[in-house]
T-cell receptor
Framework: NAGVMQNPRHLVRRRGQEARLRCSPMKGHSHVYWYRQLPEEGLKFMVYLQKENIIDESGMPKERFSAEFPKEGPSILRIQQVVRGDSAAYFC?????????????FGPGTRLTVT | AQRVTQPEKLLSVFKGAPVELKCNYSYSGSPELFWYVQYSRQRLQLLLRHISRESIKGFTADLNKGETSFHLKKPFAQEEDSAMYYCALGANNLFFGTGTRLTVIP
């Protein structure tokens, strides 16, 4: 089991471009979480998805950000018209179930730099 | 609103010395608390959770509801304990503190 995979590991975008970050959960995991880590800050929850459903997007900025987890393929975090403030590390995590366990398995992260 | 506070960004101790990483939380419900660790060039991983009351790699953490704390302790620090430690609160979602970088000096 290769664990949670994220790609790309590093992404550079100019202001106004779109950024697409991909996350493949661990085998057998159907719950995916996205977090953002700004410099000098902790990880902040963005969105929680199950296959084909957004369960909780309370941490997502209202504009320009969207996430999906299709029936087939990886989960995608999409940032439209990126701005410098979007520069951060974006982490994906997955879990087998939700229940009482918050044991989440994290990917290596994607470091987004907006120039 | 839920909040996790880790007051120390950096903590250095000598090998063999006791170590305590502080974590305080704010949550009106019944909390689930966790410690996650990130070793150099590795992914963030779960270290321990309060409900299991276990000791992992010599680390323990006791939930103190009166003081709203969940400090991480180890009686004798080892060099391999050097890492970034995050306290997290489970309340529908996981809420992380800003982390403490522990350096164990040989």
């Amino acid at each position: 089991n290769a664990g949670v995979m994220q790609n790309p590991r590093h992404l550079v975008r100019r202001r106004g471009q779109e950024a697409r970050l991909r996350c493949s959960p661990m085998k057998g995991h159907s719950h995916v979480y996205w977090y953002r880590q700004l410099p000098e800050e902790g990880l902040k929850f963005m969105v929680y998805l199950q296959k084909e459903n957004i369960i909780d997007e309370s941490g997502m900025p209202k504009e320009r950000f969207s996430a999906e987890f299709p029936k087939e393929g990886p989960s995608i975090l999409r940032i439209q018209q990126v701005v410098r403030g979007d520069s951060a590390a974006y982490f994906c995590a997955s879990s087998q179930n939700r229940g009482e366990s918050y044991e989440q398995y994290f990917g290596p992260g994607t470091r987004l730099t907006v120039t | 609103a839920q909040r996790v506070t880790q007051p120390e960004k950096l903590l250095s101790v000598f090998k063999g010395a006791p170590v305590e990483l502080k974590c305080n939380y704010s949550y009106s419900g019944s909390p689930e608390l966790f410690w996650y660790v990130q070793y150099s060039r590795q992914r963030l991983q779960l270290l321990l959770r309060h409900i299991s009351r276990e000791s992992i790699k010599g680390f323990t953490a006791d939930l103190n509801k009166g003081e709203t704390s969940f400090h991480l302790k180890k009686p004798f620090a080892q060099e391999e304990d050097s890492a970034m430690y995050y306290c997290a609160l489970g309340a529908n979602n996981l809420f992380f503190g800003t982390g403490t970088r522990l350096t164990v000096i040989p």
